[in-house]
């Protein structure tokens, strides 16, 4: 095992690439974040040119930030080993709330806001209820709360739709705004790019120093150098696209919102005692109670913060689209379900990551929006979103049964691990009463090597 | 008797798992219309002997040859063992409690045609198979509704609706009360007058010299010995000594105990089992642990070990009813696990698959997982702390990996068992329980672990070790308890026990009154 383990440090050279994104071999951790360049590039050139455009790239990402938002509270329910039907009706549930305070009781959109965050907390304390204390399965709950949230929706809004303050629709539709001198691009969207280029760099060399500190089996200066150099590349496009758009158009204010929820919840994941909780709950429970793990209030927690970001990302949706209406946020859940599985997430639980989802909904995302910027039907570009979400669980899946390691577990693979034991090869089943055996795990066809380095 | 004819023969039987042998050259021969007991202490074998005649592990990934009534056999599954008339009734049911009486009997073997099944005619059946074990209930009534005892009648009968010849039964009386354990013994002797021979597991002596015609030993994966009950005067003590006759082997590091005072003591240990309010898996039990004491503690499966061990922590097993719990003279209340890691308690469990580790993690994640508080701080958990102590754990434990980062799902039997003991070192225990510490590894990983234990309770710590292993118990513990069906019998310092006398009182009640 040693040996076969280590092995990958021996071959040096260009096999070092690998370590680009955790450790590996061959092309295969370019996995989903290569499908998901792979099918910008088709659409680039399919659409001759429209999808790298500043106004397409600035309406995909204000389109489906609340989708990603989405994704992000899902990943830690199906973590958990839960699943949640409920986050659509939820946020049409808040977002009509909300609308209604603001038209009707005149309630200032700051508060509006505020409250529309407290109504979610409220549904999931009472989804988390049912689920964590009662032990009724989340499917059912969340079923049960898809039909009474979105019947709640129509009651409020006597299904019709509220209009909302302009005010209020900048969380959706707004922009960063002109400031400064005239550069003829927007400079606070310039500012936050070379915010990101200088954080990307600093994270790469940081991590560095930690692996170092730990002794980890490091991937030589220059793959680190030629990884930046690509962030800095892509980070630099983007931040020319978003910059250069029509006048008064800029970085989606919810892009912003979107982002810092990546920021904090990657963090909360795999850096709390919180987060670590979700996994331990999702990869065996019970050891997880006997470790002194109260699995009930981390079930609770992670429904709870569903539900919450559920009505966040309504709020968005409501503030982009200018009014709540009684379809609002319709069929929201499979999106984002989808999102969270084409990011690599285990459906049994216990394995998954916020960045995975992130790039498992923009696969979504972009594959939506390019296939109807070439026209093609609303009708077909479901039946091709269906068919992406099977064939990337599948290649994931059969993967997996090959003692190979997951596409996205590469890619989405913390700096120190985290839930990457995804990879681990099908132990052969015990069958033995006495359980005297060694299940010495198939680690000659393992080419997971010695440490599990870096990446992002 | 030897001139009855032979209706199995089993001939050198070898079966591998990786890295373990379970079976080496065992050899078992049943006589036509006997009753032939198989006794071994847990993990010798029998049950892994059973399944390879029974079909489970088929033809092919064993050595040897069974021959049934004359003709070699070699089967693909259970069906076509079934199919010759052998059939196992396994210790744990194989019933469907949401379906009938009738429709269990006949699962998979349906009465019909086409495709339908002909209810009127199988109900027909039921009744007529029922009487044949002595049942009078509604072959209506679910199977749920209806006792254990009777459970395993029905298993019984659904064996008979299929032509058996051979009937094995793993353990079959061990979930019975004593009524229904006689009863079943009846009618297994009832069945061998009708010429059906059987195959019985059994922990319990008294059961076996009672019906059986031989008994064949087995210990260590081979067979010791066949006895004839009648030839042979068999006894339960002689029984006993064929299945622990091993010597002890200097399996065990030196070590002289440094014993302190009682700082822990669980008084009138009243434990209810979790789905059965009327029995009781822990009946009225106290002990008592000394600082720097390894006490052991032995019993048969089933007698409630682990139910003991796992309700003290943190009432993680059944519905607590009373007793109390006092450590350092104090009484402590425990709820739930994480009260008793708070009060310095530590429980390996015996399955450290399901219950000890989540093997999608990494072993330094789990190192550190059952006290993430220690290295973190406002909860934010600090990784270059987690990769040290797990690291300075793996140099320790002397973990056979590379780095702390690989997954501890990839990790050998014995390895993830330390890394479950720095998981339990870490959180800085008192008092720690080790439920069957050494299962499934290998010897030299075993003498590390029990060097790993000596060594904690020199550290003044408490050390329980439950074990089926009665060698094992011997050589670590500095006092050992008996268990026997949820009750303490026996407290014997290990250094007057020896394996007969401990075996004694894991089989019976309470024989002799302690202090």
Redesign the interface.
Known sequence: ??QI??APKKSGGIRDLGKMFGSGSGAKQLGILGALVVIIIIFQVWTGGLTLTPGNLIALVSQYSYILILAIGMVMVIIAGHIDLSVGSVAAFSGIVVASLMQNFNVPWPVAIVLGLVVGALIGAWQGFWVAYVGVPAFIVTLAGMLIFRGGNQFIGNANSVAVPKEFQFIGAGYLPEIGPDTGYNNLTLLLGIVVIVAIVWREFSARR?QA?????MAPLWVSLIKIAGLVIVTGYATYLFSSGRVGTSFPISGIILGVLVLLYSFVTR????G?HI??VG??S?????????SRRVNFFVMMNMSVLASLAGMIFVARSTASGPQDGLNWELDAIAAVFIGGAAVAG??GTVTGSIIGGLVMAVLNNGLQLVGVPSDRVQIIKGLVLLAAVAIDVWNKSQGRPSITGFLTRKR??G??????PP??RV???????????G?SE?N?P???TPNN | MSSSPTILEMRSITKEFPGVKALSDVSLTVKAGEIHAICGENGAGKSTLMKVLSGVYPFGTYEGDIVFQGNEVRFRDIRSSEQTGIVIIHQELALIPELSITENIFLGNEPGRGGVIDWKDAKKRAIELLARVGLKDDPDSLIKNIGVGKQQLVEIAKALNKSVKLLILDEPTAALNENDSQHLLDLIRGLKSKGIASIMISHKLNEIEQVADSITIIRDGRSIETLNVKEDGVNEDRIIRGMVGRDLESRFPEHTPKIGEVFFEVRNWTVQHPLISDRLVCKDESLFVRRGEIVGIAGLMGAGRTELAMSIFGRSYGTYVSGTIIKDGKEIVLKNAGDAIDHGLAYVSEDRKVLGLNLLDDIKRSTVSAKLKKISKRDVVDEVKEYEISDAYRKSLRIKTPTVNEGVGKLSGGNQQKVVLAKWMFTDPDLLILDEPTRGIDVGAKFEIYGIIQKLADEGKGVIVISSELPELLGISDRIYTVFEGAITNDIPAAEADPETLMKSMTSAKKKVLS
């Open positions: 095992m040693t383990t280590e930690t500190e730990m002794g980890s089996d850096n709390t005692i919180f670590r996994y331990a990869g065996n019970h050891a997880a109670e006997l470790s002194g793990v109260n216990g394995v120190t691990g839930a990457v034991a995804v990879e681990t132990v052969p069958q033995d009463d006495t359980n005297a055996l060694e299940p010495t795990v680690a393992t997971r010695s440490s599990v």
